[in-house]
């Protein structure tokens, strides 16, 4: 079955980076647009980044647009949120996602469009 788990979570100074990884496994990495979810208590479930296919479109929340960048590499199906620039507000528990897309459609941003999940990594910065 469908196997995400991340990784590359901790503690950090606000304006500190840090570079979470999610490796893929039992599943046709090539198939699914990937994405990054966080969420902070009390709080729901939020939309991060995400990655197309064929890595040729992103999309950025407002909150972390500039700071944040995902990338993907086939080669190890894993994929990549490199967060610089860090604050208090984006401590939270962040995970990885896999949206089967056999046909090109445009990234979603909603939890519901994504049916893999990982077990999420802590991430806490510190000011």
């Known amino acids: 079955q469908v196997q995400l788990v991340e990784s590359g979570g901790g503690l950090v100074q606000a304006g500190g980076s840090l570079r979470l990884s999610c490796a893929a496994s039992g599943l046709t990495f090539s198939m699914y647009a990937m994405a990054w979810f966080r969420e902070a208590p009390g709080n729901e479930r939020e939309f991060v980044a995400a990655?197309?296919?064929?890595?040729?479109?992103?999309i950025y929340a407002n909150s972390v647009k500039g700071r944040f960048t995902i990338s993907r590499d086939s080669a190890k199906n894993a994929v990549y949120l490199q967060m610089n620039s860090l604050k208090p507000e984006d401590t939270a528990v962040y995970y990885c996602?896999?949206?089967?897309?056999?046909?090109?459609?445009?990234?979603?941003?909603?939890?519901?469009?994504?049916?893999?999940w990982g077990q999420g990594t802590q991430v806490t910065v510190s000011s």
């Open positions: 990655i197309s296919r064929s890595s040729v479109s992103t």
């Open positions: 996602a896999a949206d089967y897309t056999p046909l090109i459609r445009p990234l979603v941003t909603t939890p519901h469009e994504y049916d893999n």
